[in-house]
């Protein structure tokens, strides 16, 4: 079983046909003979993606912004980055300005109605990483089809030119859908003043490959920051924050096991970052990895919060930031727990 790598972005979100109102993409459209089948709506107001057709009916997607000196960037990829083609699933890969695009298109019904993430492998070794995204976005197309269009900042062109398959999985973390991929056929970031800048994720991804760190567990909050649970070479995890101000990567972290217990099943790691506090827990325990299946946090006042364990290759993790949604931070959390689908107690730890 592969390690997977949750990653949590932000939300792009397929929306009806609309026209672009820009002369800029208007004019991309024209000149390459592309048909707008859905627009995709994103974070950035002065970037656009779009679900994309030509005159043969071949489909992609469209990446269009302004530059810092105004001029009009825009990039194209209408074909499939699978190595084998086949009828049920097209998915396109293109370097964009905030990292890896990726275009989910399903034809087969009931494969578009049970995949709920694509993840991507780095290699086809079974100790290496993966980076899972979520589906989230899915939405009906014109001739049944089902697409989802998906950012993955984590991803360089450099990080993104390693990949090597791709697995469809559903809920319950089953592989639905597998296939090999072609990297020549992953499409080169379009050049421009804006892509040049963009350069946290490439410094992070720099940072965790010098000092041979593996990604256990990733969420990304925002353009600039980055949380991690990574384990080194000894095979003790870390808990890390990277932020980029003034366009220097900056790094919080923490290696220490908050477990009161002070046993190697269960490790818990709390962090304190530039401006939100987090909670990382790891799994080894034997029984965890068989059936864990959501860690539980419990606070001081009566509060609860849930979230689902992500199954790795030896192990069940979670990442979790504290916000407004959790109800609680590091000082108010009195247990956490870990329990089975059907919330038997598998493990847990009293912390205050």
């Not at 994720?201 to 041979?212: L, S």
């Amino acid at each position: 079983m592969k390690k997977l790598i949750p990653v949590f972005i932000g939300v792009i979100i397929l929306v009806g046909l609309a026209a672009c109102g820009k002369e800029g993409i208007d004019k991309v459209l024209s000149d390459n003979s592309l048909t707008v089948i859905q627009n995709v709506k994103t974070d950035l107001k002065d970037y656009q993606l779009a679900y994309v057709k030509d005159d043969n009916d071949t489909t992609g997607v469209l990446e269009y912004y302004k530059d810092t000196n105004g001029k009009d960037i825009s990039n194209i990829q209408l074909d499939s980055a699978l190595k084998i083609k086949d009828s049920k699933v097209k998915i396109n890969l293109m370097n964009g300005l905030d990292g890896l695009i990726a275009m989910v298109e399903i034809k087969d019904t009931t494969l578009a109605k049970e995949a709920t993430e694509l993840v991507l492998l780095d290699s086809n070794k079974e100790v290496d990483e993966a980076i899972g995204v979520s589906l989230t976005n899915k939405s009906t197309v014109e001739g049944g089809k089902t697409v989802a269009i998906v950012a993955i900042p984590s991803l360089d062109p450099t990080t993104a030119s390693g990949l090597k398959r791709i697995e469809l999985r559903n809920d319950a973390n089953k592989n639905l859908y597998q296939n090999d991929l072609n990297p020549s056929k992953i499409k080169a970031q379009a050049p421009s003043e804006r892509a040049k800048k963009n350069s946290f994720f490439p410094a992070v991804n720099k940072y965790i490959t010098d000092k041979e760190w593996k990604v256990v567990s990733s969420a990304t909050q925002k353009k600039h920051i980055y949380t991690a649970i990574l384990r080194d070479k000894e095979g003790v995890y870390h808990l890390a924050e990277f932020t980029y101000p003034d366009n220097k990567l900056a790094v919080k972290e923490t290696s220490k096991n908050d477990n009161p217990q002070l046993d190697n099943d269960v490790s818990l790691l709390q962090l304190q970052g530039d401006k939100n506090q987090y909670i990382g827990v790891v799994a080894e325990l034997e029984t965890i990895v068989k059936k864990g299946a959501t860690v539980v946090l419990k606070s001081t006042d009566g509060k609860e919060y849930q979230q689902p364990l992500h199954r790795g290759y030896n192990d069940r993790n979670a990442l979790i930031q504290l916000t407004k949604k959790t109800e609680m931070t590091i000082d108010t959390i009195s247990s956490v727990s870990i329990q089975d689908d059907d919330g038997k107690e598998l493990y847990t730890m009293e912390l205050n």
